[in-house]
């Protein structure tokens, strides 16, 4: 009996050391007031647990980690400031918007503007992977491939040959996938390709607990260079469910693209960062930065972000953006959890008569990001936002254009994670021509789409409301 009192004695004693040590944390050191909310109350409503939660989930350890790395290994990346200015004209208003958006932007980004790039849009796994797959094959110095998720059979045993196979003729091959993403498929391709010979790392490995239940601030960065001229990048993942006319067991729709002209070696330069973070290894010369030609038209520059940086800059640069549509927006998104002020962008764009349209997953992956989503709806429909959700299969697809001449691509999504506690790699293109094509591909899978609107919403069931509710709360968390 006395050893069982002690023991509550120690338990209480360490969950209030617990909770005052979390609830001190909070309010010194949380940004995010609705998150700092959040875990406050949790904190309070259960000092035994919550704290455990907050220290895994809630406090950025690996953003400590990333600036640690910025500070023992570089400083990171800065392009030169151009002696000549941004070559779009400026003569009506319109114009003067894009101009402007164009400085915002490359002042947010600390790369600049490159000029004579081309970009083309891959649909699916079908038109991507292919076409990978022959680059690789093709390469004749070097290769960089960094993803989220790599899975080591179908579509991937694929890649893990080809790259295998370049080695073998001597091409210098590196291989990043992020730690979490590796646990999505068994066995590991990391195992695969470094018993293959491959030099291949996982991004900020985790052990024991924390690998099971870390899922903040992951390099979720697409990316693959080959000879230092030719890029992909994009949402898509190395997985099987892109493969769509092979009938996988988990389909999953998506876009990637591929890029050709000056931007190529900002995209080379994010990759060899996390690179030199994980190995420390530094890929500089002429095999990995080669001087590139303008091949196109499209205007680019590269937008790096994550807990390393000194400020969110993809929120910043999609606030950009939204302020200055004047014309029109189209977003689709696989998760549509919009910070309270891009929701606010958003309504104030719709009040001035900007048409904003919304496409994302009727079923999602997680449900419980779905039941979240559902509840970000009723402020943008009530000021004339539209809003569509896509039928199966799961569309992981990322668009943003605006005004028919601005087009963000890459693997941001519009949700707290990404936004906040990823790495995220996006491009910033100032192309008609991109633009266009985008907004035909966003337009196809609205036709297939149900609108969503504010009488259905009123009419859901009570407990479906009562459980979007409850999943609106974890926001800050999803």
């Not at 406050?40 to 406090?59: D, H, K, R, W």
């Not at 994009?234 to 006319?245: A, D, T």
């Not at 389909?251 to 890029?259: G, N, R």
């Not at 680019?300 to 927006?329: Q, T």
Request: proline residues 7%.
């Amino acid at each position: 009996m006395q050893a069982l009192i002690e023991w509550n004695v120690i338990t209480v004693s360490l969950s209030l050391l617990g909770g005052v040590a979390a609830l001190a944390h909070i309010l010194l050191r949380h940004r995010d007031h609705r998150s700092a909310a959040f875990w406050t109350a949790l904190v309070v409503l259960s000092p035994l647990v919550a704290p455990l939660l907050y220290l895994f989930l809630g406090i950025n350890i690996l953003r400590r980690r990333g600036r640690h790395y910025r500070r023992e290994n570089h400083e990171p990346w800065h392009d030169p400031v151009p002696e000549r200015p941004l070559p779009l004209a400026v003569d009506n208003d319109t114009a003067r918007d894009n101009q402007q958006l164009a400085v915002t932007l490359d002042r947010i980004s600390r790369f600049c503007f490159t000029h004579g790039n081309t970009v083309s849009p891959r649909i699916n796994g079908e038109e991507a992977m292919p076409r990978m797959l022959e680059a690789i094959h093709g390469a004749k110095s070097s290769v960089t491939l960094a993803s989220y998720i790599f899975e080591a059979h179908g579509i991937g045993q694929e890649f893990v040959t080809a790259l295998t196979a370049a080695v073998k003729r001597g091409v210098e091959v590196r291989v990043m996938v992020d730690d979490a993403g590796t646990r999505y498929s068994w066995p590991p391709v990391i195992e695969a390709l470094q018993k293959a010979g491959v030099p291949a790392r996982r991004f900020m490995p985790n052990h024991f607990l924390l690998r099971l239940i870390t899922m903040n601030l992951r390099n979720h960065r697409k990316v693959m260079v080959v000879d230092g001229r030719r890029a992909f990048t994009g949402g898509m993942n190395i997985r099987q469910g892109n493969m769509l006319l092979q009938n996988p067991d988990h389909p999953v729709q998506d876009l990637h693209f591929e890029i050709t002209g000056p931007v190529v070696a900002q995209i080379q330069r994010v990759f060899a960062e996390d690179w030199q973070f994980c190995t420390g290894e530094a890929l500089e010369g002429e095999r990995w930065f080669p001087s590139l030609e303008e091949y196109g038209r499209a205007s680019a520059l590269g937008i790096v972000d994550g807990p390393d940086e000194d400020m969110e800059v993809m929120p910043a640069a999609f606030f950009a953006a939204i302020n200055a549509a004047r014309e029109e927006i189209l977003i689709a998104s696989p998760y549509f959890l919009p910070t309270p002020v891009l929701v606010a962008a958003l309504r104030l764009a719709a009040i001035r008569g900007v048409k904003v349209r919304i496409v994302t997953p009727a079923v999602n992956n997680i449900p419980f990001v779905a039941w979240a989503a559902q509840t970000q709806y009723p402020p943008l429909l009530e000021v004339g936002c539209r809003i569509f959700e896509s039928p199966p299969p799961f569309d992981h697809s990322k668009i943003f254009v605006v005004d028919g001449v601005w087009s963000f691509l890459g693997s941001t999504n519009w949700d707290p994670r990404s936004l906040r506690l990823n790495f995220e790699f996006n491009v910033a293109f100032y192309d008609r021509a991109l633009a266009a094509r985008l907004r035909e591909i966003f337009q196809d899978k609205r036709a297939l789409s149900r609108e969503i609107t504010r009488e259905a919403l009123d009419a859901a069931p009570w407990p479906q409301k009562l459980r979007n509710g409850f999943a609106r709360l974890f926001i800050p968390l999803l």
